[in-house]
């Protein structure tokens, strides 16, 4: 059974930093890809980082210079750096990953996480 918990999240004050986490577990494969999203109240979930197979990662224009995807691959845990943090990141985090078999083109997740909060204060 595949999971994918987040953590990490939490309050910080703008400016500030935190870095979230996504455990994976129950499969073999390695993804695809693997994501972050994000969703704030009353806002469609947005992509934020993504990061492939290949190791090539890309990034929403609101977090380009602040944020950075990583992965451990041994340890099958995603990462998400988030550095000089604004009160327009906070949201709810997920992380998303691709495990389908022989994938290829764009991305397209299957299996969620549940989460983790981040709030940003003014």
């Known amino acids: 059974q595949v999971q994918l918990v987040e953590s990490g999240g939490g309050s910080v004050q703008a400016g500030g930093s935190l870095r979230l986490s996504c455990a994976a577990s129950?499969?073999?494969?390695?993804?695809?890809?693997m994501a972050w999203f994000r969703q704030a109240p009353g806002k469609e979930r947005e992509g934020v980082a993504t990061i492939k197979l290949t190791g090539v990662t890309g990034y929403a224009d609101s977090v380009k210079g602040r944020f950075t995807i990583s992965q451990d691959n041994a340890k099958k845990i995603l990462y998400l750096q988030m550095n000089s943090l604004k009160p327009e990141d906070t949201a709810m985090y997920y992380c998303?990953?691709?495990?389908?078999?022989?994938?290829?083109?764009?991305?397209?997740?299957?299996?969620w996480g549940q989460g983790t909060q981040v709030t940003v204060s003014s």
């Open positions: 998303g990953a691709d495990l389908r078999p022989w994938a290829s083109g764009a991305c397209a997740y299957n299996y």
């Open positions: 129950g499969y073999t494969v390695r993804a695809y890809c």
